[in-house]
Structures are given as C-alpha cells and as structure tokens.
C-alpha cells in the first residue's frame, strides 16, 4: 500500500434520469435517549438526538450530511440501518419497510445495507485476525465454503489496497489507514447496495485521508453503490457529494444539490458553516456570516426554530414557530422562515 499522501479525486455527478430513484426514504425519524434521573432511576427528560427527519437517497449517489458535532449525524445514520432502533418514524430502502422487519427477512436486509465507522481501531475486534474481521458476514450468513470465503477476503483485501500476506495480523498491527481499509473491505464483504459512511477519514492522519476518499469513489463506481457521507468537514462533502444535507439540533434545515448548496446557501446556519471554511484562493469573495454561542442542549432545545437564538437574521416569529422543511428557490428544500416570508411577500 502507498503510503504518500494522495490528491483527493474531485467527484463528478453520476446520476442518470434512470438511477435517480430514491433507495432509501425516512420519514419523521425520530431517536430519544431517555435520561435517568433520581436514586430510582426514574425517567425524566430525553435526549433529542434525531426529531423528525425526513429524506431520500437516492440510488447511485452520494448524499453528504453534515453539521456541528453533536447534531445527530451519527445517531440518523445508525437508526436508518437498524443499528439503534427508532423512538418512531418510518425507513424503506428498496420499497420494504426496514423497521418493521423481523427474524430472516430483517436479515436478508442487513446483507444489503452496511456501515463504515469512524474510529476503526474502536470498530475492528483486536482479537481475530483480518481474514476472520473481513470473513465474519460471510460466515454468519452461510455464504461459500472455507475456501471460498479465504478467496474472496483475499480479492477484498486487494481492492482496498491491502495484500494477502495481510490475513494474519491483528487489527493492533496497521496503520490507521490500514484498518480503515479493513473496515471497507468488512463492509463490502456481502456485496451492500447502500453504504452509511460515518466520517469514515476524520480519524486518519491528513496523508492517508485523500487515498481513503479516493478509494472510497472508486469502489462506488465499480459496485454502483450509494452512500450516505457523513461527515463535518465541508470541503471534503463538496468533493464527494452529489447533494447535500444540513443538520442541525436533530433536524434538516436544508436539502440541496451540492453545487447549489456552495453556491448560494439560503438557511443561515448554512451560510455560517460554510463562512467558516478556510479558503486559500486569493481574491475570492464569501459570505461573513457568523453565529455566537454554542449549540443548545437537545435534552432543552429552544420553543419556534432551533437556531433562531443565535441566528443573525432571526425573525419575531422564530422564537415561536417551528419552522418546517419544505419548498425553496433552486429546486431545494430549507426550513427557515425568511423564505415563508420572501413567499408570502411575492404572493402578495
């Protein structure tokens, strides 16, 4: 494996009018953690990790989801896979309703949904072996003989840039890019169709961080895979991303198609995440836009819109009314009243 650092590929849009279905839908998904409190443990409030998120992937793209850290990204991504179960909503990839799914059909599923994680050091058992790591799907699942399942993890290991003399170490004996390596040969091990990538670089040191994107692009135009991106890097989402989620609070305030979203962010959270990025371009001009403050629980998050406490351009209705995510300018979608206004206004 290279271990010089590696340009990072840009993406190109690979949506045709054909694949542009949806392969995954979610409706008003929501995740609560509820917070124990007192000798007795009795419930008290609840964390509000996910509140209500709708969205579609759609087949053969790449959806990037990004926001601050603690916003719910990683917690949407394990619900929609059924890696945490839902407090309520609704999943369906491939038209079959995921979180009502049980016994084998629930099963034949998960063979065609996986998951990267973020820290592969923390996700990989230190106590098998890379061939037993890459294998372990393959054997639950009943796929092949031994032979052909030592086969077939030497062609994963390849494909991701590791060798066959590999097979017997322990995940201790890799680099960090190695075991990230590893993890995407595990998951791509029972052939998914969708693949939720959990800020799948952000662990890595920044020479390896390109040829794990790189890698990752590559082997989704090889498979025709969808991925869901998690991630919080900006830069790295408008490299990969064909369109692009924000969220903030537990909750989407804008859906756009990426080079609208960079072009001309419409909810002021976007503008703020997006003013925040470094660029070393000279003469280029940006949007100033900056938020104070930081974050407000999700256990207590604020009555009328999420933001609207440490939003610059907010509203009198925005401390009452909460905001829904619908309709904007440029075929997008933003949960902001300033476009119920700018609408309301043009009606008028």
Avoid at 9 to 32: N, Q
Avoid at 152 to 157: D, N
């Amino acid at each position: 494996m290279r271990t010089e650092s590696a340009p990072l590929t840009p993406h190109a849009s690979r949506l045709t009018p054909a694949a542009a279905g949806p392969l995954l839908e979610a409706r008003g998904v929501i995740k609560h953690y509820p917070v124990r409190a007192g000798f007795f443990g009795h419930a008290g409030a609840v964390v509000q990790a996910v509140d209500g998120v709708s969205l579609a992937v759609r087949r053969g793209e790449t959806l990037g989801l990004v926001g601050e850290s603690g916003c719910g990204k990683s917690t949407l991504g394990r619900t929609l896979v059924r890696l945490l179960e839902p407090t309520a909503g609704e999943v369906t990839f491939d038209g079959q309703p995921v979180f009502r799914l049980q016994g084998q059909a629930l099963r034949a599923m998960r063979r065609r949904m996986q998951f990267i994680f973020q820290d592969p050091a923390a996700s990989l058992d230190p106590r098998m072996t890379a061939e037993a790591i890459v294998a372990e799907g393959l054997v639950i699942h009943r796929i092949g003989t031994a032979a052909e399942r030592r086969a077939k993890v030497r062609e994963l290991l390849e494909q991701v840039g590791l060798a066959a003399a590999h097979l017997g170490r322990y995940p201790h004996e890799f680099s960090g890019g190695q075991r990230q390596r590893l993890g995407i040969a595990r998951a791509l091990a029972l052939g998914p169709e969708l693949v939720i990538c959990d800020e799948p670089v952000s662990a890595l040191d920044v020479s390896v961080q390109a040829q794990v994107v790189n890698l990752l692009l590559d082997l989704q135009r090889r498979y025709g895979l969808t991925y869901l991106f998690i991630a919080h890097d900006l830069r790295l989402v408008q490299h990969v991303s064909d369109r692009v989620a924000v969220m903030y609070l537990g909750r989407l305030v804008e859906l756009a198609d990426r080079d609208a979203l960079y072009r001309e962010p419409l909810h002021p959270y976007t503008q703020a995440l997006l003013a925040a990025v470094p660029r070393l371009e000279r003469g280029t001009t940006r949007l100033r836009l900056f938020v104070e403050g930081e974050p407000p629980s999700p256990i207590a998050p604020p009555s009328g819109c999420r933001f609207h406490p440490r939003c610059p351009k907010r509203l009198d209705r925005c401390e009452r009314e909460d905001p829904a995510l619908r309709p904007a300018p440029g075929g997008r979608m933003v949960a902001c009243h300033l476009y119920d206004e700018a609408a309301t206004s043009n009606e008028r």
